[in-house]
């Protein structure tokens, strides 16, 4: 199975600075038509998962453009560019070419 | 809107099985493959199962396979979990998704708990 390993696994921000999380697959996400299968869920606290980010870094509608995807080949980032309260919850990579498809730990957003 | 509504949670003896059910609305149902996945309590998530649109293809993880099967009606809007020889670690909140047609899972459910103890 491929495996998804995120970093940090708890991430405490301070309100209005930026947030980093890293996700790296233990084989590359890269399907044979060149697409990047390597999405990003948001779940809050008592909610079911929201996706944000699918491909790398086509963002889902609704989602705030403070959220970014980027990255390539096995190592790939979500980045908050300014925390609001709102973005609290816990962070999970997944990727989506290789059956059976996993997820990452998961990353604890709080603020501090 | 897409609504994504779970039901059949319970508790269940080790040993038992469990049918989860599904209803979907808000979109062409029969048109989208369909997946479960599941979150152990204070846990991640896991993938469970995936089913084609037309209920052809099923994929499964080697952690449930044997002991899992997807099917769906299409003419109901409503996509099953039948789980048997359910063990402890099978205790998780279960969530219906929908797949996006392009390699990622888009809309989540709110989810059944399935309790398996004795």
């Known amino acids: 199975d491929v495996v998804m390993t995120q970093s940090p696994l708890s991430l405490p921000v301070t309100l209005g600075q930026p947030a980093s999380i890293s996700c790296r697959s233990s084989?590359?996400?890269?399907?044979?038509?060149?697409?990047?299968?390597l999405n990003w869920f948001q779940q809050r606290p008592g909610q079911s998962p929201r996706r944000l980010i699918y491909?790398?870094?086509r963002r889902d509608s609704g989602v705030p453009d403070r959220f970014s995807g980027s990255g390539s080949g096995t190592d790939f980032t979500l980045k908050i560019s300014r925390v609001e309260a709102e973005d609290v919850g816990v962070y999970y990579c997944?990727?989506?070419?290789?059956?059976?498809?996993?997820f990452g730990q998961g990353t604890k957003v709080e603020i501090k | 809107q897409v609504q994504l509504v779970e039901s059949g949670g319970g508790a269940v003896q080790p040993g038992r099985s469990l049918r989860l059910s599904c209803v979907a609305s808000?979109?062409?149902?029969?048109?989208?493959?369909m997946h479960w996945v599941r979150q152990a309590p204070g846990k991640g998530l896991e993938w469970v199962a995936r089913l084609s649109h037309d209920g052809t293809s099923a994929q499964y993880p080697d952690s449930v396979k044997g002991r899992f099967t997807i099917s769906r009606d299409n003419s109901k809007n409503t996509l099953y979990l039948q789980m048997n020889s359910l063990r402890p670690d099978d205790t998780a909140v279960y969530y219906c998704t929908r797949d996006s047609i392009s390699w990622s899972i888009d809309y989540w459910g709110q989810g059944t708990l399935v309790t398996v103890s004795s």
């Open positions: 084989q590359s996400p890269v399907s044979a038509d060149g697409n990047t299968y």
């Open positions: 491909e790398v870094s």
């Open positions: 997944m990727q989506s070419i290789h059956w059976p498809w996993t």
């Open positions: 808000g979109f062409s149902f029969s048109v989208y493959p």
